[in-house]
Nanobody, 121 residues
């Protein structure tokens, strides 16, 4: 049993900021990669940002310079700081964690339930 709890979504005006967080809990041995994906109206789900154990990060071009991903390993938490938000950022944001459960050898993906981010005036 592994659970991902997301928070931080909501309504914000264009140019505003929002900070998403996602905490993994349960029988976890180790966490490799953590990231965020989103799906806007009529669009395919896309990876927004990811962060490796090494600290290496990557972002989709449309959010570079505006979004910052970080993680707190002690808390099993990943964050997404979103600044200068645009209407096109409106989407359901999903937390993604690649982890290994205690007693298991294999790694698999886990997904959060999603949190709505709406950018509108």
């Amino acid at each position: 049993q592994v659970q991902l709890l997301e928070s931080g979504g909501g309504l914000v005006q264009p140019g505003g900021s929002l900070r998403l967080s996602c905490t993994a809990s349960g029988s976890i041995f180790s966490i490799n990669a953590m990231g965020w994906a989103r799906q806007g109206p009529g669009k395919e789900r896309e990876l927004v940002a990811g962060i490796m154990r090494s600290g290496e990060t990557n972002y989709v071009d449309s959010v570079k310079g505006r979004f910052t991903i970080s993680r707190d390993n002690a808390k099993n938490t990943v964050y997404l700081q979103m600044d200068r938000l645009k209407a096109d950022d409106t989407a359901v944001y999903y937390c993604n964690v690649k982890l290994t459960r205690r007693g298991w050898l294999s790694e698999r993906d886990y997904w959060g339930q999603g949190t709505q981010v709406t950018v509108s005036s």
